[in-house]
């Protein structure tokens, strides 16, 4: 079987040693020193110039934070093309989610439709860097200074990328990221807030740990969104890698660009000044009727891609959208290839072959 993604694993030996670490020092949670070393290790991998970043137990917690403190119960502007948890934030904090639609080629949210969303109770813009694709940064920026909006984006996708030179992290007043054991990046379990703005950082560090100010003070409201030492050694081992796991991505990526038969195949569009991280590879059918023909043909063979993201947000049975024409259309025809470090050459022929021969059938 060859699976839309399969997790990446350090060397066991590596592995074993950080664990070794944590039964040395007999710390499993509460920010023990690995987990505090994976911190430092990430901003230098990533060159943090300005953001602090702050490891949790997963990649929805710091988004749900994030609203928390900045959204404030109010409406949030956001992508019907996301994961289901960016919207599914929105609601648990109880926000409203009000949906813009996405640009056709570049799959994030269209920025020339977000002013005419603002309302009088809109406090946050909560867009998603999609398959690692950035947002107009620039046009978003403008528009929240413009009408005095706080600004999220889930990055869940993005480790690695840069835009315009510095770590997509930079950017927003918070970041979000996934580490999830799918990610290109992963403690197994995990993720992660980003932040400029020292004050706000604060906000987030005790939001994740009760709201604790010492052991028997509280600044505020707060829940558990720590991080064991185990998922640490994890992120600790598997970071060393992280070049090789650029690296094997982008050949697989070149290959499918070399081999697949565009013409009746449409990809993503990577916004200009991105230097990507090949995250994931999707590509969008003329249909949904071609895209489900190719789907049952790959899994004949064993092979499974993966209809990410599907459906579009705003047609979920919970949410009361308004319709979003691309992003319902987008969501129907997309679908995303196997991608992982070791896809061999004659798996990935097998991929575009079975794929190139259902097309041109």
Same mark, same amino acid.
């Given at each position: ?20 670490? =944590? ?23 990533? $060159?943090?110039?300005?953001? #602090? ?16 403190? @900045? =959204? ?44 005419? =969303? ?10 998603? *860097?999609?398959?690692? +694709? ?7 920026? &403008?528009?929240?200074?413009? *009408?005095?909006?706080?600004? !999220? ?50 906000? !987030? ?22 991080? /064991?030492? @185990? $998922? ?31 013409? *009746? ?7 200009? @000044? ?11 059918? #003329? ?13 004949? +063979? ?9 459906? #579009? ?5 919970? !949410? ?10 987008? /969501?129907?025809? !997309? ?13 990935? &022929? ?8 259902? @097309? +041109?059938?």
């Amino acid at each position: 079987m060859i699976n839309v993604t399969k997790t990446f694993l350090p060397p066991i030996n590596e592995y074993m040693a950080q664990v070794q670490r =944590a039964y040395d020092n007999v710390w499993l949670t509460n920010r023990g020193e690995l987990i505090k070393e994976l911190e430092h290790n990430i901003a230098q991998v990533l $060159q943090l110039r300005e953001a #602090s970043i702050l490891c949790m137990n997963n990649g929805t917690i710091p988004i749900q934070i994030a609203l928390k403190l @900045l =959204a404030k119960g109010g409406d949030v502007i956001t992508t019907p093309f996301s994961y289901v948890a960016t919207t599914s934030s929105i609601l648990w904090e109880a926000c409203t989610p009000i949906f813009v639609d996405i640009h056709p080629e570049y799959l994030t949210i269209d920025e020339s439709k977000i002013e005419a =969303a603002i309302t009088p109770r809109t406090t946050c813009i909560l867009a998603t *860097h999609v398959f690692g +694709n950035p947002c107009n940064i620039e046009e978003i920026e &403008r528009i929240a200074l413009k *009408h005095n909006l706080k600004v !999220i984006y889930d990055a869940a996708h993005s480790f690695g990328v840069e835009y315009d030179g510095k770590s997509i992290f930079e950017y927003g007043h918070v970041s979000t990221c996934s580490f999830h054991a799918t990610k290109l990046f992963h403690t197994g379990e995990g993720g992660a807030a980003f932040c400029k703005d020292p004050g706000l950082f604060h906000e !987030i560090f005790y939001s994740h740990n009760f709201g604790h100010n010492g052991p028997l003070d509280f600044h505020g409201l707060g829940i558990n969104a720590k991080i /064991s030492e @185990l $998922q640490a050694a994890m992120g600790l081992a598997v970071l060393p890698h992280l070049e090789f796991i650029i690296e094997r991505r982008k050949q697989v990526v070149d290959f499918y660009n070399n081999e697949l038969n565009f013409s *009746h195949l449409a990809k993503l569009k990577i916004r200009p @000044l991105t230097r990507w991280n090949y995250s994931y590879y999707p590509v969008l059918f #003329s249909d949904e009727q071609r895209l489900l023909e190719v789907d049952a043909e790959l899994r004949k +063979n064993e092979i499974t891609g993966r209809r990410y993201f599907y459906p #579009s947000l705003n047609t979920l049975q919970f !949410i009361d959208g308004k319709t979003c024409p691309v992003s319902e259309d987008v /969501s129907k025809r !997309i679908m995303c290839l196997p991608l992982y470090p070791d896809l061999n050459e004659n798996q990935l &022929r097998k991929i575009t072959s079975v794929i190139n021969a259902v @097309l +041109n059938a």
